[in-house]
């Protein structure tokens, strides 16, 4: 059973920093899309970052693009995103999801198979 599992999510002002993880199990990331999608209540899902491990490329949302960067630990099966410059308007809840393809089409939700339960970033001035 492919188990996503994200972490790091928190409370944390302006200008600040945090890693989020995401965990899987029942599967390798290994020749996957990884991406990091990012909900607000009444606002649909938005594609923030997204990382294919075959190759290592990454790729970014505009909006976050210079503040956040995704990176993975092939040993830990685990990707990261780590965010810095935080500002209000990043405070949602974050997903993590995977395919087995590259990404071709990453920011549409749509595109990927698994997802994980989510981890809260709270963004307060």
């Known amino acids: 059973q492919v188990q996503l599992v994200e972490s790091g999510g928190n409370s944390v002002q302006a200008g600040g920093s945090l890693r989020l993880s995401c965990a899987a199990s029942g599967y390798s990331f290994r020749y996957s899309c990884v991406g990091w999608f990012r909900q607000t209540p009444g606002a649909e899902r938005e594609g923030v970052a997204a990382l294919w491990t075959g190759g290592g490329t990454t790729l970014y949302a505009d909006s976050v693009k210079g503040r956040f960067t995704i990176s993975q630990d092939i040993a830990k099966n685990t990707v990261y995103l780590e965010m810095k410059s935080l500002k209000l308007e990043d405070t949602a809840m974050y997903h993590c999801?995977?395919?087995?393809?590259?990404?071709?089409?990453?920011?549409?939700?749509?595109?990927?198979?698994?997802w994980g339960q989510g981890t809260q970033v709270t963004v307060s001035s």
């Open positions: 999801a995977t395919a087995p393809r590259p990404c071709s089409s990453w920011s549409r939700p749509e595109y990927f198979d698994y």
